[in-house]
């Protein structure tokens, strides 16, 4: 039962919309890192 609900979500989420949007969500993440700093813990 769990794993056909994890399969339906995953179907859900496209490889080659995945490929497309990660230098985008790279670059979001490396701007914020630069101009807010990183946390010092």
């Known amino acids: 039962m769990a794993s056909d609900t994890i399969r339906n979500y995953l ?3 496209k ?3 995945t490929i ?3 230098p985008f969500a790279l670059t ?3 701007l914020a890192v630069t101009w807010a ?5």
């Not at 700093?37 to 813990?41: A, F, I």
């Open 11 to 13: 179907s859900l989420v």
């Open 15 to 17: 490889f080659s919309h």
């Open 20 to 22: 497309f949007a990660m």
């Open 28 to 30: 979001g993440f490396f």
């Open 37 to 41: 700093g990183s946390p010092s813990v």
